[in-house]
């Protein structure tokens, strides 16, 4: 028998002294498991995806320097370590898996397939590589499989043919809605071509827009699932490999729902989104409404409550409701609260503008200047406190617009900026009765129940409702996942039962925004077509459906 150890680590990416410390401390973990091999995910060293980083000469160097001081570190007689890392060779770069084994770099895997879609664009800055070959260790020949590798049959098939008896699949695999079963089918698929146990080890942890649910798991020679790891958070665990390459039965955690998935990414991005780019905490402007409420309740259990404060800017078209909202939620996060009011801003700019707008009735610019006042002053307060700025709103109205450059959408990030208004309703009933695994926030409901139930409104003018401007969010929601998520056609859409004309304006508005989209933070992926990296549109763009 051998023991391996999946090593789903949270690294973070460019941080090569942090990440080899991790892998050590993993190593450590390892070697009291009485482990043979170590498993890193893909790239686990530098981090993923490292984009034009790997570009760099003087990263490449330092890269290999710490791999090296890697290497060294299993003379010692402990476990033998697979670790992703960058590989340079004869002029080219490959994403590969190295074994590092008796004090040396033993042994190379490079990765085959390059995915070159969605959020991923390897083709930019690695080489591919032909087929590669079983690496022997302990009488037994592995078969590394890279990410990508594991989704088509010939890499599996050829590392059979070569006499493999076990495969071993590093990864780098972001999450998304219904991933997790995505990549359990693939691994299936080349167990039933092979008929070989396949282990599979992902990374966690969030970089940027993409976050990383971990979620590592082992399948047996049958296809049965031997081994299943925690979901959103890192994790060493031992994976016994029989006789012959067949897996034993380990440990096995139960999937989240899908909220519960939804509501760990947002806390998981979020987190490490902040604390890998050292701010101190956040800030916010909690209007009493549904989108900054669920803001604030990812905010205060990601990063703890203290860390999070709040600002509610009325303005004379404010509601009591909203006044009295916003102070409750605030009370029940935990979460530092002030308020200013904008009426004096927007005094202001009114009688510096009024000169230029002779003439011209009021209109939505008024409107944005609210929205920009209230922009302004957080910014104000973002830079005075050090704090960064959150933005809250939610994907069905990025998709439309339906927000103010330089205004709500000031801001570093976006917790929401993959999460459709239905979803949003759907997530803060969810919370208020569930207190996620890892929050920091408090038990119990975290907003007031009329949050939810009273109709969303921007408050920009009297009695005003989203639904002024917009079709209902059930109805929205549902023709921009066909748009943005599908492709769809206006006919097909209109097939379903949806309205044509109605398809259509949503249709027009989506691709007037675009604009708007490019300037928007990054934020937390979620869905299979994300705004930014997964869905590329130009501006400038004069077909119409």
Not at 241 to 247: C, E, F, L, M, N
Not at 406 to 427: E, H, N, P, Q, R
Request: net charge negative.
């Amino acid at each position: 028998m051998i023991r391996l150890c999946l090593a789903q680590l949270d690294p973070t990416l460019g941080d090569l002294p942090g990440n080899a410390a991790k892998i050590m401390a993993a190593r450590e973990q390892a070697k009291a498991m009485g482990a043979d091999l170590l498993v890193t995910s893909e790239l686990a060293l530098i981090g993923y995806p490292p984009e034009d980083l790997v570009k760099k000469p003087a990263f490449l160097k330092a890269a290999h320097a710490h791999l090296e001081m890697l290497a060294q570190a299993t003379s010692d007689g402990g476990p033998a370590m697979l670790v992703g890392a960058p590989w340079a060779e004869d002029g080219k770069l490959y994403n590969a898996a190295l074994l590092l084994e008796g004090g040396k770099i033993a042994q190379v895997v490079r990765k085959v397939h390059l995915p070159n879609y969605g959020v991923f664009d390897e083709m930019r800055v690695f080489d591919a590589a032909p087929l590669q070959e079983p690496i022997p260790f302990k009488g037994l020949k592995l078969g590394v499989l890279i990410c990508e590798d594991m989704w088509y049959a010939d890499v599996s098939r050829h590392l059979k043919a070569r006499g493999a008896d076990i495969l071993i699949v590093p990864n780098g695999s972001p999450f998304e809605l219904d991933k997790p079963g995505l990549r359990v089918a693939h691994a299936k698929a080349r167990v039933g071509e092979t008929g070989l146990a396949l282990v599979y080890v992902n990374q966690m942890g969030g970089q940027d827009e993409l976050v990383f649910d971990g979620a590592s798991f082992a399948l047996g020679r049958d296809a049965t699932l031997k081994l299943q790891a925690p979901f959103w958070q890192e994790a060493v665990l031992p994976c016994n490999i029989q006789a012959g390459g067949d897996v034993a039965v380990g440990k096995i955690v139960t999937p989240p729902t899908d909220m519960c998935a939804i509501y760990q990414a947002m806390m998981v991005g979020l987190r490490d989104y902040v604390q890998k780019n050292r701010f101190p905490g956040v800030i916010l402007g909690l209007s009493g409404g549904i989108d900054s409420a669920l803001t604030a309740a990812v905010a205060a259990d990601a990063l703890g409550p203290d860390k999070v404060h709040t600002v509610m800017m009325p303005s004379p078209y404010t509601s009591q409701e909203s006044l009295e909202d916003a102070k409750a939620c605030a009370d029940l996060l935990g979460i530092g609260y002030d308020m200013v009011g904008i009426e004096p801003a927007m005094q202001a700019f009114g009688q510096m503008l009024a000169p230029v707008f002779v003439g011209k009735s009021a209109d939505i610019t008024e409107e944005n200047i609210q929205a920009r006042s209230r922009g302004l002053l957080l910014m104000a307060i973002s830079n005075k406190l050090g704090l960064m700025l959150l933005t809250t709103g939610n994907k069905s109205e990025m998709s439309v617009g339906y927000a103010t450059l330089y205004g709500d959408m000031c801001g570093g990030y976006s917790v929401l900026k993959d999460v459709y208004k239905m979803t949003v309703f759907a997530l803060c009933r969810w919370r208020n009765a569930n207190q996620p695994e890892g929050a920091l926030g408090p038990a119990g409901p975290v907003m007031p129940e009329r949050i939810i139930t009273k109709p969303p409104s921007a408050e920009l003018k009297p009695n005003q409702t989203d639904q002024d401007s917009l079709p209902p969010y059930e109805v929205l929601d549902g023709i921009l996942q066909g748009l943005v998520e599908n492709e769809a056609t206006v006919e097909s859409l209109a097939q379903k039962g949806y309205d044509e004309a109605t398809v259509k304006r949503v249709a027009r508005m989506l691709d007037l925004a675009e604009y708007k989209r490019r300037q928007a933070p990054p934020g937390v992926k979620i869905t299979s077509r994300a705004f930014g990296r997964d869905r590329r549109y130009p501006i400038t763009n004069a077909f119409r459906p």
